[in-house]
């Protein structure tokens, strides 16, 4: 495009002139200059001020004419600049050149100020970009090269100094060291890694130096992919937000209309200038991306990142929550929760399994083999022919006893009738010689923390919390939806099963999906808004297929997510009624000729200060403990959504496809 490389120059020799290489900044010095001069020429009538004044306000002008038609020619619309530059003119044909320098400068001072804030959130947040492009020390040989992180290979030994940031996902090769993990999964302790242990990029190197070997590429390791979501999230313009940028449009040009027709029927341009000077599109503007930026960056410093905007917005209007269970408010850790002996002592029942199951290094044997140590098993029998039957059980022989260990489903599969026992978790029955000896149950961990969660998030505006599992058991699917105090439980769900009920509800309103980012993808993809946890475990599948990644494995920081969308959601309405009300008093006052051109910039200057510090309060928390904090707070009261109450618990059992209504357990 012929006219960029023209500005790109133009801006380059801007940039060498501009005070801290600011543009902006630049404009509000050679506003300054000449209202110094002309305000001084009017007190002490210094008319050699007065021309001195001139060139300067000209420079200013030419600063906004070009920001102006770069705007115009590049991007196809207009900005703000264009009320400058038209305040500027006008004033200066009406022989009121102070009012127009004036205008520049306090509009430019507020823009400063604005955008200052604005980037100065940015560049906390870009601290996470900027540890993407880090260089890495790689062992070739002898000797190490230090190379741009992008380049390091799948294999790469890389050397890790003590107190440096590990740049890549790998295995520690040599050495040992304590590794701080919180950035990545919010883990508060420091864990302690050796050789094989693996390591995540991002994560921080305290004790002593490292060799690791990269199972990555630079460019796919976790830190360089969440950076450039984080990059492109702050790109993203939600429709919320493109709507805002049409509006300005059609509000610097309804406006400058306005201003022309004042001019052409009373004939003043001062009133024409006034009428300019007070309307802020910047408000408009700022309104959201403001937002937007500011919640992205409180998300990412609590380990949660936002792909752009929009699902943060669309939280806002959540009817349903579909959580996942396993790994999501369990630990997808099995442990043994109850021992039924039928026809054989316990502790024997407990030798026999521990004996058979420690010929095997799967999560559920090793937690029957942990559980039988804890519980006096110190001597194992001797076991021949076992035979691991996948997903079902094992088979094995203890001198010429036939032992079977598995599911329900095996042992019915082979006419081994089962007697009807009360318990709660996943079975896991012993046979022995075709008779029934016991049962161990299993059940998975929840999360201590998962307690109270369906209430916390109730208390987000969410109307229905549904838990979704694979488990085929209805009790132990009941359990845990108990415990957290879902509305409702699905068991037995497949991942398509989990699509099909987004899908479902999304005839109610907006859903969300929880889960671990990697079977319930689709379901995370089909829903509005998709929440992968434990994101630092696979980041490539979970940036892939969730709106939102959890980069820990608490499910608590849902409650995070939920609170600031709601936040920022009545930020981004105050934002938008305060620019309306503001535009329309300040024309009105503009138009009955109450306020003059000088006045009115300072009340521009205000509005765009106060949209983008209503804002920013969604990261720097300290500006709600500051004086203005009640007001702020009052302003959070007014906007309150009002809560909805939840719907009736359900349940559906996929293997007969009928619905029922289960009460709520106390």
Known sequence: MPYKTYFDKIDAQLLKISPRRDIMLL???????????????????????????IPFYLICLALYLEALLKTILLMHKVSAELLIVLVMIVTLIDGEPLSGAMVAWFIGLGLYISFTIIRKNREKIEVLIQDSKKTAQVMQGDEIHEIPLLE??????????????????????????????????????????????????????????????????????????????????????????????????????GVTAYAFLLLFMTGSLHLMATALAVVCPCAWALATPTAFAANIGRLARSNILARGGEPLENMQDIKTLILDKTG????????????????????????????????????????????????????????TQVEDLPGRGIKARIGADEDLIG????????????????????????????????????RDIIRAEMQGLVAAIHDCGIKTVLLATGDNEESEAKRVAEYIGADGYFFNFKPDDKTALVKKMQLEGKVAMVGDGVNDAPALAAANVGIAIGGHKNVSLAVMSADIVILGDDAKDLITILRLSRKMGGIIKQNYIWAMGFNAIGLTLATLGVLNPIVAALFHHLSSVFVVVNAGRLYFTGIENSPVGPLFQKMDEITRRKQMSPVEPLVINTENATESMVEQQP
């Open 328 to 383: 999501t408010v369990t630990m997808a850790v099995p442990e043994v929760s109850q021992v039924i002996a039928l026809t054989m002592a316990e502790q024997d029942l407990l030798t026999l399994c521990a004996s058979v199951e420690s010929r095997f290094d799967h999560p559920i044997a090793n937690a029957i083999v942990a559980y039988a140590n804890g519980h006096g098993v110190s001597h194992l029998q001797k076991v």
């Open 27 to 53: 404009r509000v010095i050679a506003a300054a200059i000449p209202v110094v001069c002309f305000a001084l020429d009017a007190f002490y009538d210094m008319p050699v001020l007065y021309w001195l004044g």
């Open 407 to 442: 599911s329900e489903e095996t042992l019915q599969q082979l006419d081994i009738e089962l007697p009807a026992l009360d318990y709660t978790g996943r079975a896991i029955w012993v046979a022995v010689n075709r008779e029934v000896k016991g049962v161990i149950v299993i």
């Open 152 to 253: 390091v290979q799948k294999q790469d030994v890389i050397i890790v100094p003590k107190g440096a940031m590990i740049t890549v996902d790998g295995v520690i090769s040599e050495g040992e060291s304590s590794i701080d993990e919180a950035f990545v999964t919010g883990e508060p302790f420091p864990v302690f890694k050796q050789r094989g242990d693996a390591v995540i990029s991002g994560t921080l190197n305290l004790t002593a130096p490292l060799q690791v070997v990269a199972e990555k590429n630079g460019n796919d390791a976790f830190i360089a992919i969440m950076t450039r979501e984080i990059e492109a999230g702050l790109q993203q313009k939600s429709t919320l937000q493109k709507r805002a940028d049409l509006t300005v449009q059609v509000l610097i040009l």
